[in-house]
């Protein structure tokens, strides 16, 4: 091994701050992710760490400083005359190397190489070096799967309520809020309400598809609302006050005198709500109700009507 001063690029009475600046600028240029197509830069990737394992931890880098050991941290013995043995291990009856002991020195080893070398898809242990957290680590626990879920919601929720109940793959019934102006297959994300995780992570989402129920009345058209309203023929010919349904409460629907059939009348604000707060109309159709039965009295009136008042119903695009 060189001297780790070399190696790094600084002088010997270096400061730790320098040091570790050194050692940032080398790890990041010569990490093997960087240098894939050079393949002299693992070796030299490992020399760095190498060095800064020796002159980055304070310890280490007096030991090294005095001569106890050399540049690779093995301990150095000069005893009796005999020297030469630098390269001694094993010395004492614990088996273990004196004098030798791998630290996260140098202000957090560990933390330097994953702060500069995350950006490079993680940090990984590189021949004779190390970094962060080595491959086969632990893994990060998986994320549950996510729910889809359906909610079939009535007109009068959508209007009134602005809520409606979803079961969650837990069994537990919640109130949804549904946003203004949602309409039929947007979905609501509830986060946290999905699947749970198989090893311990967080709880997937739950996606709550929104389905309109179809309604007696009334059928929708984005944020409006469209009502056939039946109507009497002496509605349709004299005008009347019509008592009309909304989602909100009858109101009475001012019909205007000679109302033919198929007419469209708009009650403004009484349709569904719109993601800008507002609300869309109601538009109402008028609808010619003949009586249910036969009644001798009208026909006589429409023969009449007809021989004195005849007019066409249809234009020319029918003939």
Do not use: C
């Amino acid at each position: 091994m060189r001297d780790p001063y070399t190696v790094l690029g600084v002088a010997k009475n270096a400061s730790e701050a320098d040091i570790k600046k050194a050692f940032r600028k080398l790890a990041k240029q010569f990490h093997p992710d960087q240098n894939k197509d050079d393949p002299k830069a693992q070796a030299q990737f490992a020399e760095v760490n190498q060095a800064y394992e020796i002159i980055g931890d304070k310890d280490k880098r007096g030991q090294f400083d005095r001569g106890e050991i050399d540049a690779s941290g093995k301990p150095k013995f000069q005893a009796h005359g005999f020297e030469g043995f630098s390269d001694f291990q094993d010395f004492g009856t614990s088996g273990r190397t004196h004098g030798f002991r791998h630290q996260s020195g140098g202000g957090g080893f560990d933390d330097i190489l994953n702060d500069i070398l995350g950006g490079f898809g993680g940090a990984r242990r590189t021949a004779g070096g190390r970094a962060g957290a080595a491959q086969g680590g632990p893994k990060r626990p998986q994320k549950g799967q996510n729910a889809e879920l359906i909610a079939r919601v009535s007109l009068e929720e959508l209007v009134n309520a602005g809520k409606t109940p979803v079961t969650l793959p837990n069994g537990k019934t919640v109130n949804v809020t549904i946003p203004a102006g949602t309409q039929e297959g947007e979905k609501i994300r509830l986060r946290g309400q999905g699947h749970p995780s198989p090893d311990g992570g967080s709880a997937g989402d739950a996606l709550v598809e929104i389905r309109i129920k179809p309604h007696a009345l009334f059928e929708v058209k984005g944020s409006d609302l469209i009502l056939d309203l039946p109507v009497t023929l002496y509605e349709a010919v004299l005008g009347a006050k019509v008592r009309t349904p909304t989602l909100t409460g009858a109101v009475n629907l001012s019909v205007p005198p000679n109302a033919s059939s198929g007419k469209v009348m708009r009650l403004k604000g009484k349709g569904l709500p719109t993601k800008n707060g507002g609300h869309g109309d109601l538009l109402v159709k008028l609808q010619i109700a003949l009586p249910p039965h036969p009644d001798d009295e009208l026909n006589t009136l429409m023969k009449a009507w007809k021989e004195i008042t005849p007019y066409r119903a249809r234009g020319p695009e029918f003939d």
